[in-house]
């Protein structure tokens, strides 16, 4: 009769055990939190209904997993218990009213509120003063003997402050890794290509259970006592908030978010304000404990199964949940970039609904593992936009496609292109493409490239916008009349713009391949191609290893350049510009045997410069025949020094190198 029943309660069993031996176990959750806490309520529910179908062995009735192979076990004199949950408000009453209840009392009770901190239990013993074991809570009667890892952590004392404690004094706490320390663990890791941490919790959980104390002294791990465990020799306060701030004056941190409230609409205020406070805590937390203050309360209270009845975990709203990705689309951005989007079925995390989430490029796909028909764990913490922090492998389905990145711009069909070494991959039709339009146009005219006066961001927006123009090749193809159309331009404008347009078509090789904004191919380096290859057309068909014998051009640079000209849409914009008058004085070099008045001397810039740009100095400097250098070193043979100044140039004086102000430098271009 009530076999589906019996069936639905034996397979969450299983489930919850499989979620339980990965969380507790091998710090590698599969699901998310708010998955696996749906599971229990599913579980609890038939069991509510049941009771007699309730085993010893179910995952209701026990706390925890078992202990690591590989440490010495450990047995609590007093076993380590989990907590029960509240999701709402009513939840919270309903824990009041049972407190009541059985305590047959009515008055008001003072409950203490804490944080609830995403960490990892564990127990301290001090012995007269000093730290002798430290374990996990493992199965809440038996856990591992960690102390050699927990005296790795800077926030345990070794020693209590003060001589008052108790001569045997059990400290419970939270082992936890600040946000800040987890997110620096994750970008080392990343750089060496080693896995990543889900989240903070599995962070301090794997650091803590390492079984080379030497590998948990590298981590961020940090402690907030919360709980008092065996006490012998000496009476402590009969308060739990007292209790906290006696193990504080001892040396032992307490987490400073905590309060003493004495009404439940007080401490459902306090999980309000500690929720606004969430992302702003410099440590994870996943929802506030309420406990009854008053010891002897929590004694005539006692214990279910797994958790007491004088305490309750107020949980906040997922920031983690599992969803399906249905596809990856690709979005060009106006550099070129071209990002994979996830399409997600749509779920309800961190507060929003969410149904796309960026995977950032190729190799952010090939870390996760991801295809399309994957279970994805999405992570919003806080105002962050959505990650995918990970996939459920063991629910892909037979019918899982791979994500196949394009190879054609999916907005103007050129080749895309994905620079060795480089993460991102990117449209190559830089000035033809349609996303990229608006940012290559502002380039194109701004005061380093063409220099067109009077086409600032506003103009440049309404003429794309009205389809006045698509490649900069446009910009000198209309009257004054057409562009009186413009927002704010009159005729007298009109024609000033157009006069600056004619002005611009004369310019400088190095200003016009500047102006294309090919990619990190800033000012400088666009002189020191226009200088080495001297003609547009040099430039156009040089191979990637003679790109590279320009000073300042590497392998990727060198990777940018030939690409553009190898992309047709580009090279047609180009032709269209010539046709239109653009052009530029030929480039004289100078004649053999003379000398250039910088040849072979390595200059530094520093300080700020007024007359010059940056890039305009160093271009200025090598076309003098200098090498440009970062640092000041006894290699230095001169350092220009503008304002401000700092240590390179103390470091210059030290080193007797000679020095120049801009204005000498600005005297020796004028002058040559
Ligand atoms: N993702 C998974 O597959 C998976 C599997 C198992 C468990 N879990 C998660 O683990 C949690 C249940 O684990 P649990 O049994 O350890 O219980 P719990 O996390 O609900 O509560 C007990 C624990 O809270 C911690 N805690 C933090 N601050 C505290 C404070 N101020 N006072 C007292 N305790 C404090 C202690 O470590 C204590 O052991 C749930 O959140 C569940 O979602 C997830
Ligand atoms: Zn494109």
Same mark, same amino acid.
């Given at each position: 009769m009530n076999t589906d029943l019996q069936q639905q309660l034996a397979s969450l069993k299983q489930q919850l055990d499989y979620h339980g031996h990965r969380y507790y176990v091998e710090d590698n959750p599969e699901i998310p939190d708010a998955e696996y806490d749906r599971l229990m309520q599913q579980l609890l529910a038939i069991e509510a209904e049941h009771p007699e179908w309730i085993t010893n062995d179910s995952p209701s009735q026990r706390v925890g997993g !078992? !202990?690591? %192979?590989g440490f010495t076990q450990v047995t609590h004199e007093i076993a380590m218990l989990s907590l029960g949950n509240a999701f709402n408000d009513d939840d919270l009453r309903d824990f009041q009213k049972r &407190? =009541?209840?059985?305590? $047959?009392? +009515?008055?008001? @009770?003072?409950?203490?509120?804490?944080?609830?901190?995403? *960490?990892?239990? &564990?127990?301290?013993?001090? %012995? +007269? *003063? &000093?730290? &002798?074991?430290a374990a996990t809570r493992g199965d809440g009667a038996t856990g591992e003997n960690i102390t050699h890892n927990v005296r790795t952590i800077g926030a345990i004392p070794l020693r209590l402050r003060g001589d008052d404690w108790p001569q045997r004094l059990e400290v419970r706490g939270e082992v936890f890794m600040p946000k800040k320390g987890f997110e620096e663990l994750n970008a080392k890791a990343l750089k060496k290509g080693l896995k990543t941490f889900a989240n903070p919790r599995n962070a301090a959980a794997g650091s803590l259970r390492q079984l080379d104390p030497k590998i948990t002294a590298t981590r961020p791990l940090s402690f907030y006592a919360y709980a008092v465990g065996v006490v012998e020799g000496r009476e402590l306060a009969d308060t739990q908030y007292q209790r906290l701030c006696q193990l504080k004056a001892w040396g032992l941190p307490m987490c400073p978010e905590i309060r003493c409230v004495d009404s439940i609409e007080s401490v459902i205020e306090y999980h309000q304000m500690i929720g606004e406070k969430r992302q702003s805590l410099g440590y994870e937390i996943d929802g506030v404990v309420i406990k009854v203050d008053q010891l002897d309360l929590q004694l005539q209270l006692g214990?279910? #199964? $797994?958790?007491?009845?004088w305490a309750i975990a107020y949980k906040f709203p997922a920031q983690e949940e599992m969803? @399906?990705? +249905?596809?990856?689309?690709?979005?060009?951005g106006r550099t070129g970039a071209i990002t994979p989007v996830a399409k997600l079925e749509p779920v309800f995390v961190g507060g929003v609904t969410v149904s796309n989430a960026t995977l950032h490029n190729a190799d952010e796909v090939a870390r996760l593992g991801v295809m399309i028909g994957d279970t994805v764990i999405i992570r919003r913490a806080g105002d962050v936009i959505p990650q995918i922090a990970a996939v459920v492998e063991s629910r892909r389905p037979d019918n899982a496609t791979a994500i196949v990145f394009p190879t054609e711009c999916p907005v103007c069909q050129s080749k895309v292109e994905r620079v060795?070494?480089?993460?991102? !991959?990117?449209?190559? *039709? *830089?000035?033809?493409?349609? #996303? =990229?339009r608006k940012e290559a146009l502002k380039h194109f005219v701004s005061r380093k490239a063409l220099d067109v006066d009077g086409c600032g961001e506003k103009v440049i927006e309404q003429l794309v916008d009205r389809e006045m123009v698509t490649t900069p090749a446009d910009l000198f193809k209309f009257s004054a009349g057409e562009v009186t159309v413009l927002e704010r331009m009159g005729p007298k404008s009109a024609q000033k713009? @157009?006069?600056?347009?004619?002005?611009s078509k004369q310019t400088t090789l190095a200003r016009f391949i500047y102006s294309l904004g090919i990619r990190e191919v800033g000012e400088a380096t666009a002189a020191n191609v226009a200088n080495y290859f001297e003609t547009l057309e040099a430039i156009s068909q040089a191979s990637k290893e003679q790109l590279i014998k320009v000073p300042d051009v590497g392998e990727v640079v060198a990777a940018h350049l030939f690409n553009f000209f190898r992309e047709p849409h580009n090279t047609a914009v180009i032709d269209d510009l010539l046709a239109q008058g653009i052009h530029w004085p030929a480039i004289e070099k100078p004649q053999a045997g003379v000398e250039l008045p910088l040849e072979g001397k390595v200059v530094v810039l520093t300080g700020s410069l007024s007359q010059l740009t940056r890039g305009d100095a160093k271009a200025a400097l090598q076309a003098l025949g200098a090498k440009v250098t970062g640092s000041v070193s006894k290699k230095t043979d001169l350092l220009v020094a503008g304002e401000a100044a700092g240590s390179k140039l103390t470091k210059a004086q030290d080193l007797n190198i000679e020095i120049w102000n801009e204005q000498q430098l600005v005297d020796l271009i004028n002058n040559g």
């Open positions: !078992a !202990a690591l %192979e &407190v =009541q209840d059985r305590l $047959r009392d +009515n008055s008001s @009770i003072s409950y203490c509120c804490e944080p609830k901190l995403d *960490g990892l239990a &564990v127990s301290l013993m001090y %012995e +007269n *003063g &000093v730290l &002798v074991q214990f279910v #199964a $797994r958790a007491p009845r969803t @399906i990705l +249905n596809n990856v689309e690709f979005q060009v060795e070494g480089e993460a991102v !991959a990117r449209c190559s *039709g *830089g000035l033809f493409c349609q #996303a =990229q713009l @157009i006069d600056a347009l004619t002005a």
